[in-house]
């Protein structure tokens, strides 16, 4: 990784392990990568040096990629172009007005969960049920 801050004395196959491991990478994998034995990986990814190295390239890894409102505009131009269908056209214009907030928010919707608790209404009449949610029986009456 070039142009990245990593601590003073830090040898090359301690830097190759800090980046494989500033990349996600496992140590298992890392070791079949780098062609050495996992334990001697395990060993040298546990320094403070190595870990101080794979800190920084993390952090200039996710300074670098900033990812704007302006990218994924560009993105989403790119793909309408590339648009065959109208249903590609259609989820990139909506992907757009997301995007821009342009959307009107509809009204919260509230749920209820009863953490595990099973209620049957089958057995229950209209009544009953308009009663367990809240509605008024009246509700049933037709106007007329």
């Known amino acids: 990784m070039n142009g ?3 601590p003073e004395g830090v040898s090359e196959i301690q830097r190759k392990i800090a980046a494989v491991l500033a990349a996600g990478m496992p140590i298992s994998e890392a070791a079949r990568r780098l062609a050495l034995p996992r334990t001697e990986v395990a060993r040298i990814a546990r320094m403070p040096r ?3 190295a794979a800190n920084a390239m993390r952090e200039a890894a996710r300074t670098q990629e900033k990812f ?4 994924a ?4 131009m790119e793909a309408y172009a590339m648009a065959v269908t109208s249903g590609e056209v259609v989820r990139v214009a ?3 007005v997301k995007l821009h ?5 509809g009204p919260a919707v509230a749920v209820q969960i009863n953490n595990g608790e099973v209620v049957d209404y089958s057995d229950l009449d209209d009544a009953e049920l308009l009663e367990a ?3 008024d029986p009246a509700d049933l009456t037709p106007d007329g």
């Open 4 to 6: 990245l801050v990593v």
């Open 50 to 52: 190595v870990r101080l």
């Open 68 to 71: 704007t409102v302006d990218s």
């Open 73 to 76: 505009q560009c993105m989403y």
């Open 94 to 96: 909506d992907s757009l």
């Open 101 to 105: 907030g342009l959307a009107p928010r």
């Open 133 to 135: 949610t809240g509605r």
